[in-house]
């Protein structure tokens, strides 16, 4: 009977350590999940004129010709580029000035100009003119025997052809590129 006994007893003291363990609340806490999504960034570029592509030559007269260079809205702070490549001839027939705010960009081959688009006044969207004044202008001292010489069969007319570019103004998030090395990227693509 001392073993029945002693086997109740420890039946109930186990039943009653599992009644009160079950019945106690420990504290536990878990934090609210955070997901990190990491998207891409671009830089986008325009180039619009609204005036045409031929022109017709008069000496003396100024040509309106605007062409416009735009970072696109959403696009990352860069260096907006614009190159102009000149035909052979034209230099004898036509003159320009660049716009301000344009810097000339020194050591290429090429006629470069660059000016720093950034976010802090609102640069990113704002169509910046390449040309002063909008304009291209017809030396006076282009004679009529110049022009009739462009009108020779074979002959090749007077261009200038504009093309803009952008390359991102920063490489990490203590160091800018130089516009140098800024267009060294895009040269190298």
């Known amino acids: 009977m001392k073993k029945k006994g002693l086997a109740l007893v420890l ?7 599992c009644v009160v363990a079950g019945t106690l609340a420990w504290l536990t806490a878990k934090s609210d999940v955070v997901t990190n999504t990491f998207t891409t960034s671009d830089i986008k ?10 022109y017709k030559m008069i000496p003396g007269y100024t040509i309106s010709k605007n062409p416009k260079a735009t970072v696109l809205a959403g696009s990352e702070e860069c260096y907006l580029f614009v190159k102009l490549d000149k035909s052979a001839d034209f230099d004898t027939y036509l003159e320009y000035v660049i716009a301000d705010g ?3 960009l020194d050591g290429v081959t090429e006629t470069v100009y660059y000016r720093v688009v950034d976010g802090t006044t609102n640069q990113i969207g ?6 002063k004044d909008d304009q291209v202008t017809v030396k006076g001292s282009v004679t009529k025997e110049q022009m009739n010489a462009l009108d020779a069969e074979g002959a090749v007319k007077p261009t200038l052809t504009i093309t803009a570019y952008a390359s991102q103004l920063h490489k990490n998030a ?3 590129f130089s516009a140098s090395e800024a267009w060294n990227n895009i040269a190298n693509k």
């Open 11 to 17: 039946a109930l003291t186990l039943l009653v350590v």
């Open 174 to 176: 203590t160091e800018t």
């Open 102 to 104: 344009w810097t000339k």
């Open 126 to 131: 704002t169509a910046y003119s390449v040309l």
């Open 45 to 54: 570029v325009e180039l619009k004129e609204t005036t045409g592509t031929e």
